[in-house]
Structures are given as structure tokens and as C-alpha cells.
């Protein structure tokens, strides 16, 4: 079965093929570390992770390599150091935690590098100086700026004219640029900043130029996979194509290109600027399942926009406990080993299609609830594990996902011995039998919901 992958820079939907299958490499951009991360920007964190499951799925664990940088020194992280009086790295390191965190509680799976800008200060300034040197950028004022028409190709992966690209983009008209489209490589620190030594002056790198050099550095110059928010196609991935391939004598930085689409809020894109956000971290805070966030993000075709609110989320959790449920019913049942997860899985090889696959996980999941014999049962639990593992879900224990792990067993005992006498007393249509039952249920502080696969409950007091 051939994995195909929507390229940006084709516009096609192509089969993968790595360049070495014992080494498959992937980086997606990361984010800038000064506040806690909306949920826009943890789409392609899931995307990507389920990207990841795949890769190792498909070449072995221990065949694939994934970057996610972290860009730990930037204006905004200047700001927050300065009004707390710390250092930079405090801001940085405080909510590259925050990410982490957040980013596990999603089941999101630890990446293979997670390099940042103040580490590979010396891998930059060496990429600038090659850059300089072989006239592909030039230093002026303190700067040093890559001059987009040294490099013909330039403006080609986005596919339009360098002046249409300067109109929709925000361009920074400075007397040290040659050409308005010249980009920055090393900027001076302003007094105050933080900097670092080069040839060319204290200062700090651009915002490209560092995604390059840490995957030269952690990746090697071409890899297979580089992926992103739709936003950064330009001018960030347009501009790190052009710096790359100009310092590694015109090789391609990426072979295969993917982009998630926005994420929006009442139709408009999430963006700390607009103020239309909503972090995970706070999301957490709450209450609120990382698993159902997950779930949500991953309820549209990831290149599509998706539009984020709470109903999403009630969907989500929804889902989830239609599916907990089916598990917990199964509770004495062992899954099979070594189960293949089937439909999930033909579902994410056509291009990520996760709303597919969490419908073919539903049918799954309604196999094993309707499956009448130990093998059967163990068959199916065993697949929609396996499944549910490739999407990142399914990742909990099902009493703990009901709040239910803490709750007496005889109790436990008693309120499912009620609700399997009132799915009897259904079934028989006694239905003034049922809703006693309910009532009696209710008294004790359950909450039911009937649902396709069965009864779910949780105590209104855990």
C-alpha cells in the first residue's frame, strides 16, 4: 500500500518515497517561545504526530527522525525578559515547558530533536558566512540580508511573481536593503539585547535562517519531509528553500512538502494579534480532556481550515466516550497481539484522511461491541487498540477515563448491574421498567448516556 502525501511544492498528491528507508527524515517548524501555545498552533503538532505514527508504522520506530525546532530568542521574548527583568532564557525555557506539557496531555509523541536557535548559534553564522561568501547575501549597516535576486529561482514554491509576493506580505523598507525582497540573515542587537559574537557584528539571527541551519545540523542538507502551518509557505518556507539551496550548490531542502490549513475562531484566523485565542494550557486548566482536543483537531482533513468552538469540542468528547465505553464493556476481554489497525490505517496512507479513519475506528469499535465469542471480541479490541493507537487515541485506561478508577467496587458492581437490567427491560419494550431504573440510578449521583455501543456512565460527584 503506498502512502501518498499532498505536495505543496507539485501541488499534487504524490507516493512517498524516502531517500533512505532506514533513515527517514521529517521537520516541521516550531513555535516561538513567550506565551502558552493557542490551539491553532497545536494543529500541526497533531498533524504531524500522526504523520510521525505512520512513518514509524510503516519503517520501523527507529528509522525515522523528526525535528521540531524551537525559536528561542525573538523580539517578543526580548519584551517579556526585559519587563520581568530575567533573562531571555527564563521567558524561553518556562514556556517551552508549557509546550511540552501541553503537547503531551494531547498524546503527542516526544520528537527525535527538538533543537533551538540559541544552540546552533555558531551553525548559523557559519550557514551566513558561505552565504556571504559565495554572494548569495551581502552585509550592510550591521545586517547581513540575503539578496533574493542573486537566486533565480526565487518565488518559485510559492509560484508567484516576487511583486505580488511583496504586496500581500509585510516588507520591511530599510536603507541597508539593495532590493525590498531582500530578506534578513543577522541583525544588531539594540542596546540591552541579548546577542552573540560573528564576523559580521553582536547581534542575533533572522527568523529563517535558523530553521536551515538546524536542519542541515540535526537532519543533514536535503530531507524528506518538511512541514508547517499554510502561513508559512511564504515567506518563511519560500525564503529557507532559497538560503538552503543556495549554500548546499542548488540541492533541494525538502523533497515532499506538507501544510496544514488555519485554524479559525468564529470564521477568522486564530492569532495572538487578532486576540481571538484560546491556549490548550487554559483548556487544561479547565478541565478539559487533551484526548478530545486532540480528537478535534484531527476531525477535519488536516489541509482544510477548521473552525474551532465549543461544540467541537462536545463532539469530540462524545466520540471518545462512545469508544472508552466499548472498551470498558470489554473490560475482561484481552486484546489480540499483534493486531493491524485495518481500515485506520488504508485511511491515513490516502494523504492524513483522519476524518476516514476515526469513522473506520467507529466501525471497529462497533464489531467489537456487537462481537458475540472470546475471539472475536479479542480480534476487534486488539484492532481498535491498534487503531486507535496510530491516531494518538484510545491512550487511557476506560475506569480512568470515566472517573471511574477511584469509585468502590462494590458500588461499581451494583450501578452496572442496574444499567444491564435496564438495557433488558429495553429491550423488552418494559420501558416504565426502564425509566425506574433510571430514576434509581440517578439518585445515586449517575450520569448515563445511551449512545449506539451501549449505556456510558459516569458519578456526577467524581
Request: with cysteine; net charge negative.
Amino acid at each position: 500500500m503506498a502512502l501518498k502525501l499532498y505536495d505543496t511544492a507539485s501541488r499534487t498528491k504524490r507516493d512517498f518515497v524516502p531517500q533512505d528507508e532506514g533513515r527517514v527524515t521529517l521537520y516541521v517548524c516550531g513555535p516561538t517561545v513567550y506565551a502558552p501555545a493557542h490551539v491553532g498552533n497545536f494543529r500541526p503538532e497533531v498533524v504531524f504526530d500522526v504523520l510521525f505514527r505512520v512513518l514509524r508504522h510503516r519503517y520501523g520506530e527507529d528509522q525515522v527522525l523528526f525535528a521540531r525546532n524551537f525559536t528561542d530568542v525573538d523580539d517578543k521574548i526580548n519584551a517579556a525578559a526585559a519587563r520581568e527583568g530575567v533573562d531571555i532564557s527564563v521567558i524561553s525555557q518556562r514556556f517551552t515547558k508549557i509546550y511540552l506539557d501541553d503537547a503531551a496531555a494531547l498524546n503527542v509523541l516526544p520528537k527525535t530533536f527538538e533543537p533551538t536557535a540559541t544552540g546552533h548559534m555558531d551553525h548559523i553564522v557559519a550557514m551566513i558566512e558561505r552565504l556571504v561568501a559565495d554572494g548569495f547575501a551581502y552585509a550592510e549597516q550591521g545586517h547581513v540580508l540575503f539578496s533574493v535576486k542573486a537566486y533565480e529561482a526565487y518565488g518559485g514554491f510559492s509560484r508567484r511573481p516576487l511583486e505580488d509576493m511583496l504586496a500581500g506580505a509585510r516588507v520591511e523598507v530599510a536603507p541597508y536593503k539593495r532590493d525590498p525582497g531582500d530578506f534578513v540573515l543577522w541583525k544588531p542587537a539594540k542596546p540591552g539585547e541579548p546577542s552573540w559574537p560573528s564576523p559580521f557584528g553582536d547581534g542575533r539571527p533572522g527568523w529563517h535562517i535558523e530553521c536551515s541551519a538546524m536542519i542541515e545540523s540535526q537532519l543533514g542538507e536535503t530531507i524528506d519531509i518538511h512541514g508547517g502551518g499554510v502561513d508559512l509557505v511564504f515567506p518563511h518556507h519560500e525564503n529557507e528553500i532559497a538560503q538552503s539551496a543556495c549554500v548546499h550548490g542548488g540541492k533541494a531542502l525538502a523533497n515532499y512538502w506538507l501544510h496544514n490549513g488555519f485554524l479559525s475562531m468564529n470564521d477568522e484566523k486564530m492569532s495572538k494579534s487578532e486576540g481571538n485565542i484560546v491556549t490548550v494550557h487554559e483548556m487544561l486548566a479547565r478541565g478539559i480532556k487533551g484526548e478530545s482536543v486532540r480528537y478535534a483537531l484531527l476531525s477535519g482533513q488536516y489541509r482544510a481550515p477548521l473552525d474551532w468552538d465549543n461544540l467541537l469540542l462536545e463532539r469530540a468528547l462524545k466520540s471518545l466516550d462512545r469508544l472508552y465505553g466499548v472498551l470498558r464493556r470489554l473490560g475482561a476481554v484481552e486484546a489480540a497481539s499483534g493486531a493491524e489497525p485495518g481500515a485506520v490505517l488504508t485511511a491515513l496512507h490516502d494523504d492524513l484522511n483522519t476524518p476516514k479513519a476515526l469513522a473506520a475506528l467507529f466501525e471497529i469499535a462497533g464489531r467489537a461491541n456487537k462481537a458475540g465469542d472470546k475471539d472475536t471480541q479479542s480480534a476487534a479490541k486488539g484492532e481498535l487498540l491498534a487503531a486507535g493507537s496510530l491516531l494518538g487515541l484510545l491512550q487511557e485506561d476506560p475506569d480512568a477515563w470515566f472517573g471511574l478508577d477511584s469509585v468502590d467496587p462494590d458500588e461499581r458492581a451494583e450501578i452496572d448491574a442496574l444499567i444491564e437490567a435496564r438495557a433488558e427491560a429495553r429491550k423488552a419494550k418494559d420501558f416504565a421498567r426502564a425509566d425506574e431504573i433510571r430514576d434509581t440510578l440517578t439518585d445515586k449521583g449517575v450520569q448515563m448516556e445511551d449512545s449506539p455501543e451501549g449505556s456510558i456512565w459516569r458519578l456526577s460527584r467524581s
